[in-house]
Every structure is written in structure tokens, then in C-alpha cells.
């Protein structure tokens, strides 16, 4: 799993590597030293327009800036990014990547970890650390429509692209919209998301998303199930770690009162549940409000280390 110069990265990222995780050629990187802690980034199959993001770009300089504290993890998902998408149509489902996650995190053996979720990925991590708790010492949630017990608002907040989503025009139109303070969302930042959906693998992926229906006929009523699913276990009581939520007061995609509702259900069964909100933030509290997120990120962690 030794990172080299032949794997491929983004820009200011570390250096990578590949591992096999649930059958598949896995991108990951790493920074820092200390307690390990893994961000999974929201997103889709194919269109960049669900959860803001489609590959690990998203984390861009927080994973730099977290990585002063901490091992820093992150890596793409089955089909985003540098990793290969499933070779089965009916495994583009959101259970495939919630396995391959669990897989990735075996693979890595770094022990329990700290694991941070955001948009789609906040699904991703709960629902991870329900079905192996080993592998998980606290959790933490940022803005997380899929989780949250309601509709969310990305059909009313996207509506009206002028672009395809697939252009940095686009893109950037999207987050933007995404966001309270669109000034965070640059070409810089999105490029990298343009090039990799340029890439011939994406464009394979999608021809055949399109063609086989995949997104209406494996992803959507299964990810619809598995949500209600997680909501049942979490209402029984089954996340026994400590968690933290993270939310943006004025993200125009997935209403506060979301995060509210969330939080009630947890903290119903478990002490160590906070829930802290933030004005003037939208869907990327990370990277519009840094300085908050991080220091959010950092005392929950240590708070949690400091229990063991």
C-alpha cells in the first residue's frame, strides 16, 4: 500500500496509492500523523449534480489542513474519481459502496477510526458504523440530506442550470448554488472534477449508466430501502459511538430543521451527541467557514481520544 510516483493525484494532494477493496482498484492518499481519521465526500454515480462532488477533490486543502492534527484518510468511491466502478450493473447501489467502504477500511488496518461524512457520505459513514462499530470510534455528520429524516431541497436549489452539469461551467454553477458564499467555489477547485469526467473510464461508466437504466433501477429504490432502513436502527438505539453533526443554518439544499430532527433521534439514545450549526453557511461549511469547521472537527476528536 506503498504510496508511488506512477499513481495518479490531485492537485496539492499527497502522493497515492491503489489497494483492492471489494473487488476493485482502489485510489486513496494519506496525511499527517496521529489519531486516523477517514472523510468520505458526498456524490453520485455518474452526475455530479447529487452531494457536491465526485471524487476526493472535494476535500481539496481540508485534507491539508486537518492533517496537521491528524492521519488524514481519504480515497474515491466505486466509480468516481481514479477508483473502477462495479462490474456488475446491479451493484450500483449505495449498499456497494457502503461495502466497499467497509472493505477499504479493513484494508487499511488503521484501527478504529474517526469517521467524517459529508452531504451523501454522512449516509455512508452511519450506515457504515452501524453494520461494523469495530471499525469505527467516533462519527461525524455534515449536512447530510440522504440521513436526514425528511426531503431534502436539491431539486428546488439546482433547478435552472443554464449548463451541463458535466462542464466546469456547470459545475461551478451548481456548487455555487450549493453554497451561502459561492466565492469559494473556483476553477481551481473544479477543475480536477471536470478532468476526471473526461476521462474515457467515466464516459465508459456513463454510457452504460444511461443505457441500462442503472440510477432508476438499482440505485434509487434501493438507496430509498436502506434509508429506511438506517432511520429504524438509529431510532432503536444501534449507533453506540460518539457523534457529532455539522450543519449549514442556510444551506439551500438540506433544510436545518433536518439536522434538528437527526439530532433528536440520536441523542435519544446516546450522551455523546452534539449538534452545532452555522450562520451564514450553505452546503460546504468546511470549505466557507474553515476556521470553525476545523476547530469543530479537532475538539470533537480530541474530546473523544481524551474518553479512551
Known amino acids: ?15 497515492a496509492s491503489w489497494l483492492e477493496a471489494g473487488g476493485l482498484r482502489t485510489w486513496w492518499t494519506e496525511a499527517g500523523e496521529g489519531p486516523p481519521l477517514v ?12 452531494g457536491g462532488g465526485n471524487c476526493a477533490m472535494c476535500w481539496d486543502d481540508t485534507l ?9 484518510i481519504t480515497y474515491d468511491r466505486p466509480g468516481n474519481g481514479y477508483t473502477d466502478a462495479p462490474e ?16 477499504f477500511l479493513d484494508a487499511i488496518d488503521a484501527g478504529p477510526v474517526h469517521l467524517l461524512g459529508h452531504s451523501r457520505g454522512g449516509f455512508i459513514a452511519t450506515r457504515t458504523a452501524l453494520l461494523r462499530q469495530d471499525l469505527v470510534k467516533s462519527l461525524t455528520i455534515v449536512t447530510s440530506g440522504t440521513l436526514g429524516p425528511g426531503v431534502g431541497m436539491n431539486a428546488v436549489a439546482l433547478a435552472g442550470n443554464p449548463y451541463s452539469v458535466f462542464s466546469l ?4 454553477w451548481g456548487h455555487a448554488h450549493y453554497s451561502y458564499d459561492p466565492s469559494h467555489v473556483t476553477d481551481a477547485w473544479m477543475q480536477p472534477f471536470v478532468d476526471r469526467m473526461e476521462a474515457e473510464p467515466y464516459l465508459t461508466m456513463m454510457r452504460r449508466i444511461e443505457a441500462e437504466r442503472l440510477i432508476e433501477r438499482f440505485f434509487i429504490p434501493q438507496l430509498a430501502r436502506d434509508k ?6 438509529l431510532e432503536e ?4 459511538r460518539p457523534t457529532q453533526i455539522l450543519w449549514g443554518l442556510t444551506d439551500p439544499t438540506v433544510p436545518v430543521q433536518l439536522g434538528y430532527d437527526l439530532y433528536d433521534i440520536l441523542a435519544r439514545h446516546e450522551m455523546r451527541v452534539t449538534l452545532s450549526v452555522k450562520d451564514k453557511s450553505g452546503h460546504f461549511p468546511y470549505r466557507e467557514h474553515p476556521r470553525w469547521f476545523d476547530d469543530m472537527v479537532t475538539t470533537f476528536v480530541e474530546e473523544v481520544e481524551a474518553d479512551v
Open 237 to 240: 438505539g444501534r449507533l453506540q
Open 1 to 15: 500500500m506503498t504510496a508511488t510516483s506512477t499513481v495518479p493525484t490531485y492537485p496539492g494532494f499527497p502522493a
Open 64 to 72: 491539508q489542513r486537518l492533517s496537521a492534527s491528524y492521519r488524514v
Open 228 to 233: 429506511r432502513e438506517t432511520l429504524r436502527w
Open 169 to 172: 461551467e456547470g459545475m461551478k
Open 88 to 103: 456488475r450493473d446491479e451493484d450500483f447501489t449505495m449498499e456497494f459502496v457502503i461495502d466497499h467502504l467497509i472493505a
Open 39 to 50: 472523510l468520505v465526500y458526498g456524490g453520485n454515480f455518474g452526475s455530479p449534480a447529487f
